[in-house]
């Protein structure tokens, strides 16, 4: 934090809330890879800051944050459990874009929240889909109307511009074109609705945050985005947020919604999310790489994209003739003596066991969340010069893409999941879907 964001952030409080009151407590909150947050005190309420310092952070996206703030009160107006906005930054306040909401003190750490969740938790944030599905759209300010088929062709002009050479990826966008489903009246999206994105206390869900992806489309892209695996946070076994079965999610959202959960339409999105994911880690990377923003934890979700590959191969395999769905080996991985000087391996592991018994125990606050990563990445580091392993393969994704090649070609199915286990390995392998793939695969 610099003296000149604290004199500007003082004159923005006393501006937007009044008063000549001291700013207390504040601090940077962990997490938000696309934007900041900070939590402090003024005149004994407490606040949270959600803004871009820059204007090239906001580059590339649909809206502001003038209409994303338009967007969370016309939520909150309309009932939705959405961040009560309290004043927005202006050009003379020397913040960049944002907005200052009233604080919920309630747990959003997903580990926290799934450990021991509010009994209603599940069946809360079905009602809470349906409400914001039902925010009436003359409210809204303008937005973006969206399909399946919009959104797929988006995605792929992604996908060929960070290079589209990941064959998994390849395989699914050309099974996602081939089940694209048809348009339907579209409804207010969150874009977003999943742990870490949500707040919960005793009692259940509290608040819902980052609107930064509202837009108007179908509302199977919502009911489908949190229950990805990456958003389940190692709960695979419970594939509706984490929490339980998606039957008993549909169940509680048709009550509240009057609608139809269509079962096919909802597995397409599924599927769609999880590559969307995948794509923007990817993304991630190419932010860092260009110098846009190079923080680390860019680059460390950039090397997140394999989880989504095993995911999608798990979701896209039953789509494959019964024959190429045989199981598969991979070799056990043997470590090489050590002795004379410390390898790269061995470097790199006292680096981290440094981190992790002197920097990460008298770490607070966002510091130690950023210890955390950076031993994350020094793993992967660790593990690749153990074992290399790169799957880019532009020629097959190239064949995926056009069709020529595809879940029924001889070998390709054992290939990709071979080659997916062992990059996982690398990248995170505490990551839940690797246990579970193993054991279905070998």
Request: hydrophobic residues 45%; glycine residues 8%.
């Amino acid at each position: 934090m610099t003296a000149e964001f604290a004199t500007n952030l003082s004159g923005f409080v006393q501006r937007g809330l009044g008063g000549d009151g001291t700013i207390e407590e504040l601090k940077r909150l962990s997490g938000g890879a696309n934007m900041e947050s900070w939590s402090f005190d003024y005149a004994g309420q407490g606040y949270v800051l959600r803004f871009s310092p820059t204007a090239e952070m906001m580059a590339g996206r649909a809206y502001g944050h003038d209409v994303e703030a338009a967007v969370v009160r016309a939520a909150f107006a309309s009932g939705v459990k959405a961040p009560e906005i309290v004043a927005e930054i202006i050009p003379a306040d020397g913040l960049g874009t944002g907005y200052l909401m009233r604080r919920i003190d309630a747990e959003v750490n997903p580990s926290k929240i799934l450990a021991a969740p509010p009994a209603s938790l599940l069946a809360d944030l079905a009602r809470e889909l349906a409400t914001i599905h039902n925010v009436p759209r003359d409210i809204l300010p303008a937005l973006p109307v969206t399909s399946a088929q919009s959104l797929l062709s988006e995605l792929k002009a992604r996908f060929l511009s960070f290079g589209g050479d990941r064959p998994v990826m390849a395989l699914t966008l050309r099974w996602l074109e081939e089940h694209c489903p048809t348009a339907v009246d579209p409804v207010l999206l969150h874009g977003d609705f999943r742990m870490g994105n949500i707040m919960a206390d005793r009692d259940g869900l509290a608040v819902v945050l980052d609107w930064e992806l509202a837009h108007v489309g179908d509302r199977h892209q919502d009911l489908a985005f949190g229950c990805i695996n990456s958003w389940r946070f190692g709960n695979i076994d419970r594939p509706a947020f984490g929490l339980g079965p998606v039957e008993l999610f549909w169940a509680e959202y048709e009550a509240a919604s009057g609608t139809a959960v269509e079962a096919d339409r909802f597995r397409w999105w599924l599927v769609y999310a999880t590559l969307w994911w995948g794509i923007c880690c990817l993304q991630m990377a190419d932010i860092w790489r260009t110098g846009l923003d190079k923080g680390l934890e860019r680059a460390v979700i950039g090397r997140r994209a394999s989880e989504t590959e095993v995911d999608l191969l798990m979701l896209l395999e039953k789509f494959a003739p019964v024959e190429e769905r045989s199981r598969i080996s991979i070799e056990n991985f043997t470590e090489a003596n050590r002795h004379g000087e410390p390898s790269t391996t061995e470097m790199l592991e006292a680096l981290s066991s440094w981190i992790d018994s002197d920097v990460k125990p008298n770490a607070h606050g966002r510091d130690r969340f950023m210890a955390s990563v950076a031993l994350n990445a020094l793993g992967m580091l660790r593990r690749e010069s153990e074992r290399p392993i790169a799957i880019q393969d532009k020629s097959l994704s190239d064949e995926l893409l056009t069709g020529q090649k595809s879940l029924s070609t001889p070998g390709l199915l054992a290939r990709l999941k071979q080659q997916s286990l062992y990059k996982l390995m690398v990248d995170q392998p505490k990551y839940s879907a690797l246990a579970k793939a193993m054991e279905q695969w070998i």
